[in-house]
C-alpha cells in the first residue's frame, strides 16, 4: 500500500509526459475532473482500468456499458481498459466462444487493447481465429486515431437478457468508429435471443455514413464482400443470442 500517494500520481504523471517505452496500466480512473485539475486516465498512463476483472459474461457486459460513457476520452498513448480478452479456459474468468468473439471485435473497434485471458496451452482454433482476425487487428491499429466508437443504437446491455413485450431490441447494441480512410467500422451485438438486427437509415446517419451515394460492405468476420448498398440504406444481419456480434467495415462510395 502507497502511503504516499502524491508521489504515485506525480510519478505516473511524469511517466506519461516521457518519451519511456515502457507501458503502464492504471485501475479506474478514466474521466477528467477540474475540480482535482486531473485531466484523466491519458494523462496518467497508456491504459486504465474501467472496471473490475471480468470474472465472466455478465461483468463483462457491464465493462461494455462502462466503456459507452469513458470511450469517448480514449487518446493516442491512453485507452480506456474494459480487461482482457476471456476465453473458455480462462483462470480468471471465462466466457463462450461466442462471447470472446464479441471482445475482440469491440475491444478492436473502441479501440482499445487487445490482451488474451485464455489459457494459450488449451485455444482451441475457433480463438485463435478470433483473436488471430487480421481485419480486426488492422480496425484496432488504425492510424491516425480520428474518432472513438460510440453506442448509435441502444442502451445498456444486461446478461442474461429476455426480450421485452415480444421485442428483443432491450438486448441489442450497434456501434460505429470512423476509420482514417473514411471508413467506419460497425459491430452488432446480441445479448437476447437469435435475432435479425438492422443498421437502418438513422443508423447509417448517427455512423457518418448518411451522404454516401453508395455503401460497399465487408463481412469481418467471414472475410466476404457483400452486397453493395445504396440509400436509403439498410444493412440486416442474423446475430445469434447470448453474447454473439456481427462486424463490418463499410466504405462510403461518393
Not at 482499445?112 to 481485419?135: A, H, K, R
Not at 467500422?185 to 443498421?199: D, E, F, K, P, R
Not at 447509417?204 to 463481412?219: E, N, S
Not at 436509403?232 to 462510395?253: D, I, M, Q
Request: aromatic residues 6%; contains cysteine.
Amino acid at each position: 500500500v502507497c502511503k504516499q500517494p502524491e508521489l504515485t500520481w506525480s510519478h505516473a504523471r511524469a511517466h506519461a509526459a516521457s518519451n519511456s517505452r515502457l507501458a503502464s496500466d492504471l485501475h479506474r480512473y478514466a474521466a477528467p475532473d477540474p475540480s482535482l485539475h486531473f485531466g484523466g486516465g491519458q494523462t496518467l498512463g497508456n491504459s486504465y482500468r474501467i472496471s473490475g476483472d471480468g470474472g465472466g459474461w455478465g461483468p463483462i457486459t457491464e465493462a461494455l456499458n462502462v466503456m459507452a460513457e469513458v470511450v469517448k476520452y480514449t487518446h493516442p498513448g491512453g485507452y480506456p481498459d474494459p480487461d482482457n480478452i476471456l476465453g473458455p479456459h480462462g483462470t480468471v474468468g471465462r466466457v463462450t466462444e461466442s462471447q470472446a468473439r464479441v471482445q475482440m471485435v469491440l475491444w478492436s473497434i473502441m479501440p482499445t487493447q487487445l490482451i488474451l485471458g485464455e489459457d494459450v496451452t488449451q485455444m482451441s482454433d475457433e480463438y485463435i481465429e478470433t483473436v488471430g482476425n487480421e481485419e480486426l487487428i488492422a480496425v484496432n491499429q488504425d492510424t491516425p486515431l480520428v474518432g472513438s466508437a460510440k453506442r448509435i443504437v441502444g442502451g445498456d446491455l444486461k446478461f442474461p437478457c429476455k426480450p421485452s413485450n415480444g421485442s428483443n431490441a432491450v438486448c441489442e447494441n450497434i456501434w460505429s468508429r470512423p476509420l482514417a480512410n473514411g471508413d467506419v467500422a460497425l459491430a452488432m451485438v446480441n445479448q437476447g435471443a437469435n435475432a435479425s438486427i438492422t443498421c437502418d437509415q438513422a443508423c447509417f446517419a448517427a455512423a457518418g455514413l448518411g451522404g454516401a451515394k453508395k455503401v460497399k460492405v465487408r463481412d469481418m468476420l467471414a472475410h466476404a464482400d457483400l452486397a453493395e448498398l445504396s440509400p436509403p440504406f439498410a444493412l440486416k444481419a442474423s446475430v445469434a443470442g447470448e453474447g454473439a456480434v456481427a462486424a463490418f467495415r463499410l466504405t462510403p462510395v461518393k
